[in-house]
């Protein structure tokens, strides 16, 4: 399927590309001929990562995020998952002084926040360098809004992240021929 025609698929359920880019942003990481010869998965996976050439730290869509899961080395990891997340719900200050410490020698981790003027604080179960997602299910939980919550495509070690309606991700699913599967349960 031409790579055109998936762009279009995926903006009619509301992904599309950030402003500032481009198709060739995409194939200069991703061959065109395999986003084609596989489409709407490795086309998924490209819209949750950056563009791997000049200027760098630009995402290609904002409301997928390819999230590699065995990330944790040192403090200030929490903290960009977190904005992350945010992120992909549409609002990237939904929770505000978010701080993280830790030691992973030590066996020492939390997460805090604030939302809604209230503090929150965690303490992160550690295990190796592996995010805890329970730890971070609580957090989506906490920032889910309009109906959508976050759903996930197991990619190995990583997971493909989209924040969508119930519906948009019946779809995405049809799209890439395999479910799409919520991160927290109903």
Partial sequence: MKLETQLAKLAELGLILNPDITIEDIIYAVDRHDLEQKPFELLLFSFGSEVEREPWGRRICNRVWNFDTECIVSTGDYVKIVQNLC???GLPDALTDIVDYIDLA??????EYTIQDKRQHWTVDINDDWADM???SYVMEEIQHDGCQFYALD???AMILVYCTPAIASKLGDLCDEDLEPVIPA
């Fill in 87 to 89: 992120l992909l719900t």
């Fill in 106 to 111: 030590a066996g020492e981790c939390w997460l």
């Fill in 134 to 136: 329970l730890t971070l």
């Fill in 155 to 157: 990619n190995g070690q």
